[in-house]
């Protein structure tokens, strides 16, 4: 069956870096694109990054310079690599899955995991 499961979240202060891990399982998802989504209380779901299986990472411009994307070589774990946090970044980060990166840009994923906390305070 196929499962995301992030990891990798916590506090930290402005300024601060944190890595999130979203691993992979199930042959399933194997050929599907995975992005970063964050959703901060009072506000919807949003698409941070996406990364498909040509090895390409795009991240959405408010966390670009700051941010990467990136997955193993193994191609079943996909980091989220976050440098020089803002409280702003303070949110729910959710990893999701979809056929192709165009459907998660619109915000549609096949697959999510229950997402990890970042908490970044001034």
């Known amino acids: 069956q196929a499962q995301l499961a992030e990891s990798g979240g916590g506090s930290v202060q402005a300024g601060g870096s944190l890595r999130l891990a979203c691993v992979r399982s199930?042959?399933?998802?194997?050929?599907?694109?995975m992005g970063w989504f964050r959703q901060a209380p009072g506000e919807e779901r949003v698409v941070v990054a996406t990364?498909?299986?040509?090895?390409?990472?795009i991240v959405a411009d408010v966390v670009k310079g700051r941010f990467t994307v990136y997955r193993d070589n193994g191609k079943t774990t996909l980091y989220l690599q976050m440098n020089n946090l803002k409280p702003e970044d303070t949110a729910m980060y959710y990893c999701?899955?979809?056929?192709?990166?165009?459907?998660?840009?619109?915000?549609?994923?096949?697959?999510w995991g229950q997402g990890t906390q970042v908490t970044v305070s001034s």
């Open positions: 999701g899955a979809s056929l192709t990166c165009e459907r998660l840009w619109t915000g549609y994923t096949d697959f």
């Open positions: 990364h498909d299986t040509d090895n390409r990472g």
């Open positions: 199930g042959s399933r998802l194997s050929s599907y694109c």
